[in-house]
Structure formats: structure tokens, C-alpha cells
């Protein structure tokens, strides 16, 4: 295999790989990117056999073939190159040699035999504005479990419908949920699917990468989901097991609600939230006639209070929550104006925007409440 390439180009779609790559692993290959040269392009794949991806740029390819180099120590070395083309040759030994300019090295390779063969995407489910998918995503993925033992609960639930898409994920403690109008006509019967969170990372690099106003091409198996990025595709395999029952969390209704400014209410709970246990996070929201009073304490150091204007006059409630789930709901939205749906001491409340979003989309988060 021999090659040219634009090192701008090589180090853009290698950078690409890097969040795939297995750094410590048990299979030596997966430390590699497999590096195909054909036509008028080179191919690159990378894959942990969980999540894969496979993207090409153009060059000028000499001799065709196949090889995998190591991804990392490839991408560091490359990008400190001056800006100019690369010459790359794999050796009948495996060894890559790369000369640019005044430069030239030799890379350990290894056979492409063992790098493991990625499935083929099948027929295109849907047709997925760039843009929307991302959104969903940086709206959900904060309340998915870090706990590995609740593997379920490792990636968001992807609803596809033919007139819209939905994206549930939760940690038991909080459930965040995004539904977005849209026509999906492929979708002749509803798809589901549960999405890993290192997925989800990787569709949102491919996001900033691509024009937010294109669409990607989606598509799903038994075993693996598909999105193709123009000339990117991402796989990943699917999470095993039953997505909790989330429409019974969801709550039915709440008698009281009150609209607070956005930033407002995050800047106060930053503030707030710097006297609350590390562990625990909690404050304490009491909405009472006229304001939403925000408080926490430390017994030995110190503590703080808020309050903010809301239009209220019910009874007072008291509610304790972690203020960094709250926390992460606002800063992940960005509407002006928030609403605080909530019942008594004991239920959940809920966050939501205080009215729909662009274009109709739906955002949901419900939080447990703590006993402080």
C-alpha cells in the first residue's frame, strides 16, 4: 500500500477515531486504525467492538492495499507536521513508513487479518436532521447511570416514530425526556432501541464536525444501530435488557407551577449549593406566596439563602433536591423562562420549559425528591 494524503485531512479524520480506540486493551488490534487505500481515497476504521467508526479522505493512492497502524501514536505524530503532504507506505513487514519534507518514520504495524470486520448498514431507516439529534442527545445524557452495574441504564432509549423521535434516559433518580416533531415516513412501525452513552459522545463530535442543517441517514439490526454522516458512518451495538417502564414515572399532573428566569435560578443554585454537602448536594426549595426561597447549610462552616420572585400564592411547600440535578436541566436548556411543576415534600417535581421549544419539541426532567 502506498499513498499521499493531506496531512490536514489525515489528522481531521484521525481525531475522529481517537474517542473509539481502545487505549488499554487485552486485543492489541484495537489499538490500531485499519487504513485502507483504493480509488481516490483512503478509508479508516476504528473500532473497540462496541462502537466502531469508519470515514475516508481523499488521496492520491499509488498502490492500493490494506494495514493497521497504531491510531494514537499515529494521530500524535502526524498532527506535529507541518502542513503539507504526507507520503505513506506499508511494507511487506507491516511497518509504515511516513515521509513529509525533511521528515521520515517508520511505524510497527499489523496485519489487517485480525482487525475485526465491521457489519454493514442496512436499508436506511430515516432520514435524521443533524441538528435535532444533537439536541436530544446534550438534553438527555446527563441522567444517564454511571453505575455499570445498572447496564440498562448505561445509554438513553431511542423512540423512532413515523411523526416524530423521543429520547428517554434516567438514573433512577431523575428522568430527562425529549420528544421532537418530525415526519419520519420509513418508519412504518414504531423502533426502539437503547442507545450507550459512549455512542451518544461520539454522535455529538460527528455533530460539531458536519453542518448542523444536514441530515444523517439511520438504520438499525438485531444487534447494531447505524448513523451515516455524509461520508462518516458510526455503529454501535445495542445495550441489552428492558428500558425501565418511564411513562409510569412520568407524573400525571401537578396542582402548583411557577415560571423563574433561567439563568436566575442556575446562578442562584450555584450560590446556594456551595453550602451543601459534597455528597449529597442538597438544598432546599420552599415556594411560598410571591417567591421561591432557595437554602442549604453546612453546621460547621456556613451557610446561604435565595429567594426569587414567583407568581404564587398557594400554600407553602417545601421540597429538598439534588442541586446538581437540577443543575444539570439548566444548563443543558437554553429557553429564557423555566417551569417548576410540583406537588407536596413527597412527590417529584418536574422542570420543563415554559413553553415548548423551536419547532415543537417536548423537554421533560423529573426529580426525586430528598428527606434533608
Given at each position: 500500500m502506498e499513498f499521499?494524503?493531506?496531512k490536514t485531512d489525515l489528522v481531521r479524520e484521525l481525531n475522529l477515531s481517537q474517542g473509539v480506540v481502545e487505549k488499554k486493551t487485552t486485543i492489541p488490534i484495537l489499538s490500531n486504525v485499519l487504513v485502507e487505500a483504493t480509488g481516490d481515497r483512503i478509508n479508516l476504521t476504528a473500532t473497540d467492538l462496541e462502537l466502531g467508526i469508519r470515514s475516508s479522505c481523499p488521496a492520491r493512492v499509488k498502490k492500493q492495499g490494506a494495514g493497521t497502524i497504531p491510531a494514537k501514536r499515529l494521530l500524535d505524530y502526524v498532527r506535529l507536521l507541518p502542513d503539507a503532504d504526507l507520503e505513506?507506505?506499508?511494507?511487506?513487514?507491516?511497518?509504515?513508513?511516513?515521509?513529509?519534507?525533511?521528515?521520515?518514520?517508520?511505524?510497527?504495524?499489523?496485519?489487517?487479518?485480525?482487525?475485526?470486520?465491521?457489519?454493514?448498514?442496512?436499508?436506511?431507516?430515516?432520514?435524521?436532521?443533524?441538528?435535532v439529534l444533537a439536541s436530544m442527545i446534550s438534553r438527555t445524557i446527563f441522567a444517564i447511570s454511571m453505575e455499570e452495574s445498572r447496564f440498562t441504564l448505561n445509554g438513553s432509549l431511542l423512540l423512532l416514530?413515523?411523526?416524530?423521535?423521543?429520547?428517554?434516559?434516567?438514573?433512577?433518580?431523575?428522568?430527562?425526556?425529549?420528544?421532537?416533531?418530525?415526519?419520519?415516513?420509513?418508519?412504518?412501525?414504531?423502533?426502539?432501541?437503547?442507545?450507550p452513552r459512549k455512542a451518544m459522545g461520539e454522535i455529538l463530535k460527528l455533530g460539531?464536525?458536519?453542518?448542523?442543517?444536514?441530515?444523517?441517514?439511520?438504520?438499525?439490526?438485531?444487534?447494531?444501530?447505524?448513523?451515516?454522516?455524509?461520508?462518516?458512518?458510526?455503529?454501535?451495538?445495542?445495550?441489552?435488557?428492558?428500558?425501565?417502564?418511564?411513562?409510569r414515572v412520568l407524573p400525571k399532573d401537578h396542582?402548583?407551577?411557577?415560571?423563574?428566569?433561567?439563568?436566575?435560578?442556575?446562578?442562584?443554585?450555584?450560590?446556594?449549593?456551595?453550602f451543601s454537602d459534597e455528597r449529597s448536594r442538597a438544598i432546599r426549595m420552599r415556594v411560598q406566596e410571591g417567591e421561591l426561597h432557595i437554602h442549604s447549610s453546612l453546621s460547621e462552616t456556613g451557610e446561604s439563602e435565595e429567594s426569587l420572585?414567583?407568581?404564587?400564592?398557594?400554600?407553602?411547600?417545601?421540597?429538598?433536591?439534588?442541586?446538581?440535578?437540577?443543575?444539570?436541566?439548566?444548563?443543558?436548556s437554553n429557553e429564557d423562562k423555566v417551569a417548576f411543576h410540583f406537588k407536596d415534600a413527597n412527590s417529584a417535581g418536574e422542570l420543563r420549559p415554559a413553553v415548548d421549544g423551536e419547532a415543537g419539541y417536548k423537554y421533560r426532567y423529573v426529580v426525586m425528591p430528598m428527606r434533608i
Open positions: 499521499t494524503v493531506s505513506v507506505k506499508l511494507q511487506e513487514n507491516q511497518w509504515a513508513s511516513l515521509v513529509c519534507g525533511r521528515s521520515r518514520t517508520r511505524i510497527a504495524g499489523m496485519s489487517r487479518e485480525s482487525f475485526p470486520e465491521l457489519p454493514q448498514m442496512p436499508d436506511v431507516l430515516a432520514q435524521i436532521p443533524v441538528g416514530r413515523s411523526n416524530g423521535l423521543a429520547m428517554v434516559a434516567t438514573d433512577g433518580h431523575r428522568l430527562a425526556m425529549v420528544e421532537h416533531p418530525i415526519e419520519l415516513p420509513g418508519v412504518t412501525s414504531p423502533f426502539r432501541a437503547l442507545l460539531q464536525e458536519s453542518n448542523t442543517d444536514a441530515t444523517l441517514a439511520f438504520s438499525g439490526d438485531d444487534n447494531h444501530l447505524f448513523f451515516q454522516f455524509g461520508e462518516r458512518l458510526l455503529l454501535s451495538r445495542k445495550l441489552t435488557g428492558n428500558f425501565p417502564d418511564f411513562e396542582p402548583h407551577a411557577v415560571v423563574l428566569e433561567r439563568e436566575e435560578l442556575r446562578r442562584s443554585i450555584e450560590r446556594v449549593s456551595q420572585p414567583a407568581d404564587y400564592n398557594g400554600t407553602p411547600v417545601e421540597i429538598g433536591f439534588n442541586a446538581s440535578y437540577l443543575l444539570d436541566f439548566l444548563r443543558a
